[in-house]
Every structure is written in C-alpha cells, then in structure tokens.
C-alpha cells in the first residue's frame, strides 16, 4: 500500500505484509496445500458457525449493501419532494446503514420533514444503534470527530481513551438513572418500557424505546464490564481467526486477489477499522458495544463490514482519497466516516426526527396499529416499510398483514419492502435449480469469464480457481420463474387479495437482483457488469447470488 521508497525504507516494518502467505499470487486454501477435503464440502457434518462462546450470535452488521429506500428520482420525484412530509420505518433495522443511505439521498435542500422509525427485536442491536446515533448527533463535538466515533463504536473491536471517555458520557445521559442496579432483579420501577428523548443536532431529536427488563438482562452490563484488552483480543481471534472454521475463511479469500486477503486478515487480527498502514497502537480499550457481558464477540466469524456497503463506491471514495484499492478496509473508514459526516450535517440542517424502538417486527406492527408506538403522531403510516428479510422467518403472508395496513394509501408510491435469501430453499428439489434455470447452457460460458475451464478443474476440483468458477457460475442463473411460482402459492394470492396489496412488476426501490439496474427486466442477468465490477459485488463485497428484493405497493 505504500511506495517502493517506503518499502525500501522501512524494510523491516514491509517485509513480514510483503512476505505473507496470503499476498503470494499462487497461494492455496489450506485444504489444498494439505491435500484433504474441506470442511464445506462435508454436508453431513457441518462445522458449526464460530463464536468466542455459546451464546446465539448478534447480527451487529449487515450482510447486504446499503439501500436508499426513498430512491425519490423513480418515485415521488425529487424536485416534486423537496417540500414534502416522509415517514419511513425500518422495521428490522439491524444497524443504521439503511437509514444513512436515506436520508443521505434525500434532496440537497430538503425543506420537508423526515421522521424515521428504526426498529429491532435486539436489545443489544438497539442500545448499540442508539449510542452510536447519538454519539454521531448530539450537540458538542465537530461533525468529523463525531463520525470517526460512531464508526468505530459500530465496526472496531477496541477503542482509544478518549473514544471510551465519551462513549461513558454518552451512555450515562441514556441509561444513568439505571446504572444504579447492580442486577437484574431490580423492581420494575421504571415500568416495563423506558422512553428517553434525546436533544440532538438540529430541529428534531432522538427518541429510544427499549424493553426495560431486556436492558438490564444484557445491554447494560456490557455497558459496565470491565473487561482486559488481552481478554476481548482473545474472544475476537477464537472467533474470527478460528482454526476450527478456516476452510470457510479461505473459501472466502479463494476469490480474493492477494491485497485483499490480506486486508481482510489484518482487520480480523487488529480489530480496528482503520487504514492499513497507520498504527493502532492507541486504540487500548475493548469496545463495549463488541462484546457480550462476559467478554465474548458477539457476532458470527463471517461477519463483515464490506458487505454492508457497495463495495464498488468504497473503492471510489477511497481512490478519491487518495488511497491505493488494495487497502480495502481504508477505502471502507473514508467512505463510512464521509457518509456519517454527511448524514449527521443532514440531520443538523433538515427536520428530522428519529425514534429508536426495540420490539419485534410483528409486534410492532400491531403496536403501531393499536397506537401504542406512535413515533409520528396519532396514527402511523408509512411511505416506505423496509423489513429486511424478516420474510424468510415469518412468510409474505404475515408479512403483509402486519405492515401493509401501515402504509400511507394516499401516496401511490407507498411502498413494503423485503429481500429473501432463502426462498430458493422451499422449491422442490432446490439444490438442482442450476439445472432448471432456463439458460443452464450458457451459466459456464457466463461465469468462465474468458478462463480456460479445462485448465482449471485439470488441477482438481477442490482447487482455488475451481471454488471460484463455481462461486462465480451461481449469478447468472436464470430462475425468475421459479420466484414467480414461489410468488403464486394460494396463501399468498390471498394475502395479496385481503390487503388489496400487489407486487410491482418492475422495482423501484432496488433491482430484482445484484449486477442489474432498475431499468433492466427483472429476468435480466448481470452480463453487462465489468469484470471488475462483477468481481466487487460478488466476490470481495461478498454478494449473494440467491438474494431477490421484492417490492409491493397499493392494489387498489
């Protein structure tokens, strides 16, 4: 990442980055160069997903690049919205990702007022997202400062003093009057929910909602352990370097080029979001809001922050700062730390206002409905509902009667929005769907790329390049009638029918799929990205091929 004359210069300090087995051109996954079979090919015995401990994982980041889900220009409009009223609920938020994207897309000079509900089940993801918002957007320190804060309260698994210092600050204006309780058998005398509001940059303000019993049973403990930074490092290497999972790491770094394997080792390794070169060494404090009460990493060892932004507008942000594509997790500091910067101006300049609840999706819905939770006024509708994949848990059909009722009918680009990942599985016979896709001779001349694929399966067909061309073949499977007959089941027919709701032929929020755009047809396969492109999305932003975002609207 740096000049040959830095490297000659400091020799000692290049040599052991430069000379890394993962920066070695012909480097082999681990199950190759000890000629055994890997562990993801054992269907029968999976390796289970790695923690530091037993506990169920935290989904802390997302898995899927950040969406704007106003997208005004195919909607609305933007000059047609800069006067408007918006409300907008992230009904299963995880982080504020979502949320940034907004409201950073809204009209330059917006003139309207915004008001956001962001809900999840989590009580750790919700304390999180509430201290990370109001450390980015309470009145006191710069713009700049406070997004380097929040950026690395979210992704960095230790702290500098003065990140911890106003983290305790911060924390003592939400949750002071609770600290008090050692336990969490205190007598419910806040009563069973606390309501906080919160002053912040700007008109509006922070409100958070949480569970009261929740917060002391986790969340709040985090808040005081007290735990070594020899401890936390150990919990996040049993994770995330974890012998036990290295075939799955390694299938990962199968389709990276040699760089990047290795910015994505040393992030693992350091904990801290940062860029490549500069020293971490006054970042000394474990991060609370990483770890469980008793010290473990709280999210899944395949974790990563890439995937939660386009990964293609990463590496131009980066390059536009001057850094080399390679330090893959300095590209993601700038862009991350230049999109919270950028959100909490908005928030200083516009009316908008942020309520913070923590209830599952479907009680929430039915909240809302009874006016329990009322984040915008007597009655809550919505312009937009993004509710994640909350589908492949519940189904469309409680889906829609949860939410549907909670869009704004008067606008007719009210929109519910939903991503699966697993809708694939409930087909019949869904592992053989590559066979069933209607272009199933061209999928290998698609995903070969130019490459000669004798010459690669001729070095077996657990080698890296041939893990790769089979990664790369699942994009440009053509199987949108299979999600249309998914779509057509009698349940769902009916739920549509009740809630006089449809889905949209052609999005207008975000494309069917990864690789196409909104103007292409929803069957379209993503044939006219770049290699380059092709090669962010899918392999280094980790991208999955399965995923179908699907949009429904007014049926009226």
Not at 209 to 218: D, G, I, M
């Amino acid at each position: 990442y740096c000049s040959k004359e830095c490297q000659v210069s400091h020799w000692s300090l290049h040599k052991k980055d430069c000379r890394h087995e993962y920066m070695k051109s012909d480097w082999q996954p681990d199950w190759v160069r000890k000629n055994r079979s890997p562990a993801i090919s054992d269907t029968s015995h999976p390796t289970r997903l790695i923690l530091s401990g037993s506990r169920k994982p935290e989904y802390i980041w997302g898995n899927t690049p950040a969406v704007d889900c106003l997208q005004l220009s195919h909607n609305e409009g933007v000059l047609e919205s800069l006067t408007r009223d918006f409300n907008v609920c992230f009904a299963a938020s995880g982080d504020i990702r979502n949320m940034v994207m907004t409201v950073n897309n809204l009209p330059e000079n917006y003139q309207g007022r915004c008001n956001i509900l962001l809900n999840d089940h989590s009580p750790i993801i919700t304390t999180r997202n509430i201290l990370i918002l109001y450390a980015l957007l309470h009145r006191g320190p710069t713009i700049e400062s406070a997004a380097e804060l929040a950026l690395h309260l979210m992704y960095s698994a230790r702290l500098r003093a003065a990140d911890s210092s106003e983290l305790r600050a911060r924390a003592q204006v939400v949750y002071g009057d609770m600290f008090p309780c050692q336990d969490d058998s205190h007598d419910n005398s806040e009563g069973p929910m606390i309501l906080k509001t919160l002053k912040i940059r700007g008109k509006g303000k922070l409100y958070a909602t949480q569970v009261t019993a929740h917060l002391y049973k986790e969340p709040l403990r985090m808040l005081k352990a007290t735990h070594s930074l020899k401890d936390t490092q150990n919990a996040l290497h049993s994770a995330m370097l974890n012998p036990k999972r290295i075939d799955y790491l390694e299938r990962y770094f199968c389709g990276l080029k040699p760089a990047h394997r290795l910015s994505d080792f040393r992030f693992r390794e350091k904990g801290v979001l940062f860029p490549f070169s500069v020293d971490v060494t006054e970042f000394q404090e474990p991060n609370p809001l990483m770890f469980s009460p008793d010290g473990e990493w709280l999210t899944r060892d395949d974790a990563n922050p890439l995937f939660s932004w386009n990964i293609n507008d990463v590496l131009h942000f980066g390059k536009e700062h001057g850094l080399d594509p390679a330090d893959t997790f300095g590209c993601l500091f700038f862009y991350v730390k230049g999109q919270f910067m950028e959100f909490a101006r908005r928030v200083e300049r516009f009316n908008i206002n942020i309520h913070v609840s923590q209830l599952e999706a479907s009680v929430a819905a039915h909240a809302l409905s009874r006016g329990m939770l009322n984040p915008i006024g007597k009655e809550s509708k919505f312009d937009r509902v993004e509710t994640s994949n909350v589908v492949d848990y519940i189904k469309i059909p409680r889906l829609l009667n949860d939410w549907s009722p909670l869009l704004n009918r008067t606008n007719v680009h009210a929109t519910l929005l939903m991503y699966s990942m697993n809708w694939f599985l409930y087909q019949p016979a869904f592992y053989l769907l590559p066979l069933f896709g209607s272009n199933s001779s061209d999928i290998s001349t698609y995903a070969s790329q130019g490459t000669d694929l004798k010459s690669v399966f001729a070095q077996g067909t657990q080698s890296r390049m041939a893990t790769v061309v089979g990664h790369c073949e699942e994009p440009f499977i053509e199987n949108s009638e299979q999600l249309l007959s998914h779509l057509s089941s009698p349940e769902i027919k009916s739920a549509f029918e009740t809630n006089k709701m449809h889905m949209r032929i052609k999005n207008r929020i975000h494309p069917r799929r990864y690789g196409i755009s909104l103007s292409d047809h929803p069957s379209a396969l993503p044939i006219r990205m770049t290699r380059e492109e092709f090669y962010n999305t899918y392999m280094l932003g980790g991208c999955e091929a399965g995923v179908r975002f699907l949009e429904f609207e007014n049926g009226i």
